[in-house]
């Protein structure tokens, strides 16, 4: 049996290291130990091995069966290495000029919330940021939304489990639930709870939302909201910003009309349209774009300011509606698929 053992081992190492292909390998290691494999069929003998003998029979053939996986591991490693190689191609020298000769760009998303901070800070606002892990209070609670609203809904809202912990955002209040922020309105609400007004901010960023994926929603996307808080702010104020905020942004051509509608934290509240004729790819006289309204009183009253004394506006709308809106996009899906041929576009 040693010789046989010997002769196995001595006729395994050239075989493997000849080896090419993954298919060969795997036809390699069934002759050698698949069920009817040579060395499979050298352990079924031990059986016939004198009593006395076994113990070094034993140990021998263990010694010979972890040389022989060693050499399978290493030819299977060899093989492997040399397929993704395949897949990489050649060697590629950092050093040398990249190939492709046009010029990075930042995103047209990150392209158009730029455009509307700068537009926006040229009215005397401030960017505000924010976490995107939120509690019910912020996102929900202080901007006067009942428990039973819709929106608070585990079918509209991700939420976390209620034993989730994050050590940089602490609950408010004992026992809500972490949640992914539905809009950036829990920004104002940290803004107001850290100082008195006058206050004017933006506050840009992503929320999410348990909507279905097509052409124009997505469970992720990004709003740009602005709070506008002093005295004897009306809503004459509000309209004259979303006029010039427009005007800047698609042209002085652009009109925008109010509709009356309801939010839970504004009142009066009202969606905000604009005139789209001379926009691309927009076949309608008016189209919305966000909502809009007084800040309600009892937003100001949970955060420790007095209605009687300060009034104030703030608005919002979806920075990929306004995105497609500029560049002529029909379709959200467009700004997530990294498709480098979009993104060329661009630049």
């Known amino acids: 049996m040693q010789e046989t053992i010997s002769a196995i081992l001595a006729k395994a190492q050239p075989e493997l290291a000849a080896l090419k292909t993954r298919a060969e390998f795997e036809a390699a290691k069934a002759r050698y130990v698949g069920p009817n494999g040579e060395f499979t069929a050298l352990m079924k003998q031990m059986g016939a091995v004198p009593k006395e003998q076994r113990p070094a029979m034993g140990k021998l053939v263990n010694e010979a069966k972890a ?12 093989i492997a290495a040399a397929e993704i190689a395949a897949q990489l191609g ?13 010029p990075g760009t930042m995103h047209p998303l990150t392209q158009v919330r730029e455009e509307m901070c700068r537009i926006l800070r040229k009215a005397g606002f401030t960017v505000a940021d924010g976490p995107e892990v939120e509690t019910e209070y912020y996102c929900f609670d202080a901007l006067n939304t009942p428990a039973d609203h819709p929106a608070r809904a585990e079918q509209d809202t991700f939420y976390f489990p209620e034993n989730a912990k994050f050590g940089n955002i602490a609950r408010k209040v004992p026992g809500e639930k972490y949640l992914l922020r539905t809009h950036t309105s829990s920004v104002q609400i940290r803004t107001m709870l850290k100082g ?18 097509d052409a124009t929603h ?42 009356p ?3 839970g934290y504004t009142e009066p509240s009202f969606e905000v349209d604009l005139s789209a004729k001379h926009l691309p790819k927009v076949n309608k006289e008016w189209i919305e774009i966000g909502g ?56």
């Open 67 to 78: 040389q022989l996986s060693a050499q399978l591991d290493a030819t299977l490693e060899r």
């Open 90 to 102: 050649p060697i590629v020298d950092p050093t040398l000029p990249s190939p492709d000769p046009g």
């Open 196 to 213: 008195e007004p006058p206050i004017r901010i933006v506050s840009p960023g992503r929320v999410y939302r348990r909507d279905t994926t």
């Open 218 to 259: 997505s469970a992720n996307f990004h709003q740009l909201e602005c709070l506008y808080v002093d005295k004897n702010v009306t809503v004459r104020d509000l309209k004259a910003l979303l006029d010039y905020i427009f005007a800047s942004l698609l042209g002085k051509d652009t009109k925008t009309r109010f509709r």
């Open 261 to 263: 509608h309801y939010f």
């Open 292 to 347: 809009c309204g007084m800040v309600d009183p009892s937003v100001f009253e949970a955060v420790g300011y007095d209605p009687e004394v300060w009034t104030g506006y703030a608005f919002g709308m979806g920075l990929e509606r306004l995105a497609m809106l500029v560049y002529g996009i029909d379709d959200i899906r467009y700004f997530y698929q990294n498709d480098v041929r979009f993104l060329k576009q661009f630049a």
